[in-house]
């Protein structure tokens, strides 16, 4: 098939085109390649994909020009959309980047598969979008209404503008809440990444809430093999649903919302110690309050996805851990002393 993935230099994004190239599949990939983090990193991670399925274009999701040419153009059958403006911190102080991307970007996306027919939109929500609720395991039959960053709002807007399509247009939609998703190739701007170049820097970790937070923290390919299997079950329309009695995580239309995440919180002074272990070297932390935006607690109640695709994921922290520091110290490490 030919695919739209967006978000292509991203951490999540160029391992599902990777796979999806892999698998035979024709993938344009788009991305604006912006400064949010070292640029070099998203150029990068494209040059590792030697596939010639897979074309490469530098776009901004945010113009109403350039995509919807490019959805007349390419005749996509099916569109993945990773692109985002990312980070709960950041849209604190930048709400209007997370506007740009997030929402026109996402109504952008809705409108090429509106007008271009696209058989199947997956796109990309987040945890984050629970915010207050503390009913734990976040499970995707229950309320998600009160978010307490700015991205986590514009991710369920993301949610609500997808069924609203879905309703007005039988567009297949389905949303994925994402986990704090870790792995080689990972963000820099997420602990996993920050804390590894601090300690081997003999630098000082920052530990929120004294480390007593909790991460459902799901590996990068257990992610993929999730977003692979998921864009071959396309939700369809169900005439018996009702508000009253069906769950707020399907619909009447052709919609779904799912959580993908391991299912197994680990508490972060625990995910700290399995980093030293992988390093073998200690770390010196510094003990802070919960920042402003952060939630204590992430625990995904994934059934229903494990249910729909026959598989969940099965790698470990220590594992997965461990996979991340080999990648860091070969691309950081070991380039630095050439």
């Not at 007005?168 to 996993?192: C, E, I, K, N, S």
């Not at 923290?217 to 257990?222: A, C, G, S, V």
């Not at 919960?290 to 229903?304: I, K, L, N, P, R």
């Amino acid at each position: 098939m030919k695919y739209l993935v967006t978000g292509a230099a991203g951490f999540i994004a160029s391992a599902v085109v990777e796979r999806l190239t892999a698998l035979g599949h024709e993938v344009i990939g788009i991305d604006n390649l912006n400064d949010y983090y070292d640029v070099r990193l998203k150029y990068a991670r494209l040059e590792r994909i030697k596939n010639p399925l897979f074309t490469f274009i530098k776009m901004d999701l945010a113009d109403r020009i350039a995509l919807p040419e490019l959805f007349k153009t390419q005749k996509f059958e099916r569109v993945i959309h990773l692109g985002a403006q990312a980070g709960v911190r950041y849209s604190i102080e930048n709400p209007f980047a997370y506007a740009d991307s997030n929402l026109i970007g996402h109504l952008n996306i809705l409108e090429g598969c509106r007008h271009y027919k696209i058989k199947h939109l997956i796109y990309a929500s987040s945890s984050s979008v629970y915010g207050l609720n503390n009913e734990i395991p976040f499970s995707t039959e229950k309320g998600a209404d009160h978010p307490v960053s700015f991205y986590a709002a514009t991710k369920k807007a993301n949610e609500l503008m997808a069924h609203s399509y879905s309703h007005l247009y039988q567009l297949p939609t389905t949303g994925l809440r994402f986990f704090t998703v870790y792995g080689p190739w990972g963000r820099p701007d997420m602990a996993l990444f920050k804390f590894t170049e601090k300690i081997i820097n003999g630098d000082e970790i920052e530990v929120y809430n004294h480390g007593d937070m909790w991460r459902d923290f799901t590996y990068i390919d257990d992610i993929v093999e999730g977003i692979i299997r998921i864009q071959d079950k396309a939700p369809t329309q169900q005439a018996d649903w009702t508000p009253e009695n069906g769950s707020p995580a399907s619909s009447s239309a052709p919609y779904a919302i799912y959580n993908i995440g391991n299912g197994e919180p680990v508490r972060l002074l625990e995910f700290i110690e399995a980093l030293e272990r992988a390093l073998k070297m200690k770390a010196h932390k510094k003990f802070m309050p919960m920042q402003a935006g952060d939630v204590y607690q992430t625990f995904s109640d994934s059934q229903a996805l494990f249910d729909v695709l026959g598989y969940k994921p099965n790698t470990s922290v220590e594992k997965g851990i461990a996979e991340f520091v080999r990648w860091y110290q070969s691309f950081y490490v070991a380039d630095a002393t050439k």
